[in-house]
């Protein structure tokens, strides 16, 4: 069937704007194509992960419960290996760690702190790490290094139990001043109805002088009472 004049004349119009921008379009549904083809993807890959990843946190638990310290090795080799960006291999750096500092293992110990020191994306899991990898090196001696561990910026929340941590570094490192600015500071930091602040109170009691304490109000001379 012919077409009018009118509707030769759309078709026209309509082939000559296609001419001129149909490659544009073409690759502008392509591109959306393919990013969406690749957001269902990355969707489906982080969600296979999570799922993997817990599994993998399970067979951890099931290895601490059991007490199989072997096992414990492998399952957190395999989270960190394996699942790295997943919330699963933070968590089970921390749990793997102190199962093998209960466990006399201290160099595992240490080294999965350190891995969560290194890797963990949560800066939570990041500061706990920190703080028991420092912990673990004051236990051993290694004061200096424990005391690296302190310096650096620590989100608020932190800033009492670092400052705790540090004061028993320096403690040991025989720098009683500097450790009771360090229990002081946590002292500052910590709520008052805090149980840990008490805690550290008895700390700056040991070393002479209590928190927060006013200072002594001097006698009057004998001679000045009239």
Do not use: C
């Not at 599994?55 to 492998?74: F, I, N, P």
């Not at 800033?159 to 403690?171: C, H, Q, T, Y």
């Amino acid at each position: 069937m012919a077409y009018d004049l009118e509707e030769q004349e759309q078709l026209a119009t309509l082939k000559a704007w296609w001419n001129t921008y149909g490659n544009l379009v073409t690759t502008v549904v392509l591109v959306v194509a393919l990013a969406f083809a690749a957001w269902n993807g990355w969707n489906w890959y982080q969600r296979n992960q999570a799922a993997a990843a817990t599994g993998a946190y399970e067979d951890l638990q099931t290895a601490v419960a059991a007490k199989d310290m072997a096992r414990v090795k492998t399952a957190a080799g395999t989270l960190f290996d394996q699942y790295s960006r997943t919330a699963y291999a933070q968590m089970g750096g921390l749990l793997a760690a102190r199962v093998s500092f209960d466990a006399g293992d201290l160099r595992t110990a240490k080294a999965q702190l350190q891995w969560v020191v290194d890797n963990a994306r949560d800066e939570s899991f990041k500061m706990v790490a920190r703080l028991r990898l420092a912990g673990v090196l004051l236990d051993e001696g290694a004061h200096d290094a424990a005391l690296a561990l302190m310096n650096g910026s620590v989100p608020e929340q932190f800033e009492s139990v670092f400052a705790d941590r540090k004061g028993d570094i320096l403690m040991a490192l025989k720098k009683p001043e500097e450790a009771r600015a360090a229990y002081q500071l946590s002292v500052d930091k910590t709520d008052l109805r805090n149980p840990h602040r008490q805690i550290v109170q008895i700390k700056l009691d040991d070393l002479g002088l209590k928190a927060d304490a006013p200072a002594a109000t001097p006698a009057a001379p004998v001679g000045d009472k009239k």
